[in-house]
């Protein structure tokens, strides 16, 4: 049979073609015997097929299958599965791989046009040491560690000879048609600069690389977005929304690129509702009517009880929640017996950022509390079985907690940003300090760490500048890498004769002048002590002189045999 290559469009635009050799794959084993593989392993092989035709493919079967799982959640067809894998397997890393499908999977992006928004996400999280995947959108990562801050001097629409005014909404939206051309885009950008930033890249049509210009690929895209007229909308003189056509329909999209069918401009109370509910209304950009889209609920999503409609019709919640501080806590609320909801209210005083878990909770869901800024005082009681990661993180009010009794690890990144922290009662039963636990506690002096503690995970205490006074339990084993980087204020360290392992950067950047490293250990890195600028004594044993001695010099000392099992000492 004469070999026939066909070339298939993936996006309708010229960013990525797909050469399939029909007759290389009809001539495959697997074609016959398609009956007896699964889904993914017919997937896999077609894969494999075509990258014997292109060398160089990256991904692994693992995260083949992981991607060929979420998009079999859509619906698509394989031979459409194997098109997105193929443009995954573009993207440099895992990691940017997963976080591309995902986001894809969930509509918060759209693929090829936001690539550099997931490239970027993904090297925030890797800069902050967070998982990617733990986050709706690149842009909600991306601002949690960047967030836009309004200018004080943003550009007046009305000086830009590029817009022209089009109507005034009762809410106080201006709404302007913008010209398409090359001069509007660049005026456009200067908008962008001026009222978000001009690091900011909300949208693919105005995209600028990191020396402000605007990209090739945005200009692709502003051509191609031009099936409607654009439009731009200011509140108060603010930006909020660009508006373009996409294929056969106009699209608004706010700051976090959130995508809108008409002007949205958040929500309001439903105007003669005896229930006393809001919701989420648009504004259309034509007609000039307001539409309820949707999000009908009763009560506060920042501190309280939140009660969810389907319609405006309905007089019953189908969802009840409750929310401290912005963060919502309690997800089951219509499982909980009429005591526990008044036994929550009664235990709350979050005005005056003060919060007390009720005895007959069990559980405490993963950042239930994260950046609760104004969250001074919690109270954990000994009923609370278990607590998820990243409980705290950015709490930067947060001065006082008291854990349960029956802990047995600190999780991951639990008080991770926590500045108001100055010192933590760990409960003895605890083994483990998690990954970040205490990264960037700047104000936490004193920690004691219980007896039974055997591992200190990743920058545990990691940017803890304050920490001067740390007693390492007699049971220690590992202290992983970074575990207290850039603590400024430790000045001598004394490892146990328990300790075995020490990573990289461990106590990087401290001032310590002494550090005695007993026989006992079985790994550590020279680099575990680089940037102590103040060093002066290295004593160490035998088996590790030669490799301390060729990096720091005359700093090290041998240790003598009587000296090799000294036992910890307060700092």
């Known amino acids: 049979m004469r070999s026939l290559t066909y ?33 993914e392993e017919y997937i896999f092989n077609q894969y494999t097929a075509l990258h014997n035709l292109d060398p160089g493919g990256r991904m692994s079967r693992r995260q083949l299958f992981l991607l060929t799982g979420q998009l079999k959640k859509k619906n698509y067809s394989d031979y459409k599965i194997i098109r997105w894998l193929l443009y995954f397997d573009s993207l440099d890393k895992p990691v940017t791989q997963r976080a591309a499908c995902k986001w894809m999977c969930d509509g918060a992006i759209i693929l090829p046009e936001d690539e550099y928004k997931v490239v970027h996400a993904v090297k925030v999280a890797k800069l902050n040491h967070v998982d990617p995947l733990r986050y709706e959108s690149p842009m909600k990562l991306i601002y949690s560690f960047a967030p836009v801050r309004e200018s004080l001097n943003p550009l007046d629409p009305d000086t830009v000879p590029t817009l022209h005014f089009r109507y005034h909404t009762k809410k106080g939206f201006d709404v302007y048609d913008v010209d398409d051309s090359e001069e509007s885009r660049e005026n456009m950008r200067r908008i962008i600069n001026t009222h978000f930033g001009p690091k900011c890249n909300p949208w693919c049509l105005l995209a600028c690389d990191k020396d402000g210009k605007l990209t090739d690929k945005s200009a692709y895209y502003w051509d191609d977005y031009s099936r409607y007229p654009k439009r731009v909308a200011f509140r108060d003189g603010r930006l909020v929304a660009f508006s373009a056509g996409v294929r056969h329909r106009r699209e608004w999209w706010d700051r976090m690129d959130t995508s809108h069918s008409n002007m949205w401009w958040g929500e309001s109370d439903i105007p003669n509702d005896p229930l006393g509910r809001r919701a989420r209304f648009e504004k259309d950009g034509y007609i000039g009517h307001e539409e309820l889209l949707g999000g009908i609920y009763r009560g506060s999503k920042v501190s309280g009880l939140c009660e969810r409609f389907r319609s405006i019709d309905d007089t019953e919640p189908y969802s009840r929640e409750f929310y401290c501080n912005g963060k919502r ?4 609320w219509k499982g909980l017996t009429y005591a526990k909801k008044k036994e929550l209210f009664a235990c709350s005083d979050l005005e005056k950022g003060i919060f007390q878990i009720p005895e007959s909770f069990k559980k405490i869901p993963a950042r239930a509390f994260a950046n609760a800024h104004k969250l001074t005082e919690i109270y954990i009681p000994d009923s609370v079985r278990s607590l998820d990661e990243y409980l705290f993180e950015g709490c930067t009010n947060l001065r006082e907690v008291r854990l349960p009794s029956h802990l047995t690890s600190i999780p991951d990144g639990m008080f991770m940003g926590c500045r108001s922290l100055e010192s933590v009662i760990i409960p003895k039963g605890v083994i483990e300090i998690g990954v970040n636990a205490f990264n960037g506690c700047i104000n936490l002096k004193t920690i004691e760490l219980p007896s039974g503690v055997i591992s200190i995970k990743d920058r545990a205490f990691s940017g803890c500048t304050s920490l001067s006074g740390i007693r390492f339990p007699e049971q220690l084993e590992r202290i992983g890498k970074g575990a207290f980087q850039t603590c400024r204020s430790i000045n001598e360290i004394l490892l146990p004769s328990s300790v075995m392992t020490v990573g990289k950067g461990a106590f990087g950047g401290c001032s ?11 790994s550590i890195c020279v680099e575990t002590l680089s940037m102590c600028l103040n060093l002066q ?26 000296e090799s099992n000294l036992k910890p000492c307060a700092l």
């Open 7 to 39: 070339c298939f469009s993936l996006f309708s635009t010229p960013v990525l073609y797909l050469f399939v050799n029909v007759s290389y794959l009809q001539s495959n084993y697997y074609i016959s015997n398609i009956a007896l593989m699964t889904t």
């Open 329 to 332: 806590l309690i997800e089951n």
């Open 512 to 522: 310590i002048t002494e550090v005695v490293i007993p026989d006992t250990i079985q």
């Open 537 to 562: 004594t290295i004593r160490v044993c035998k088996r590790w002189y030669a490799l301390f001695r060729e990096r720091y010099g005359r700093k090290v000392q041998l240790l003598e045999n009587h």
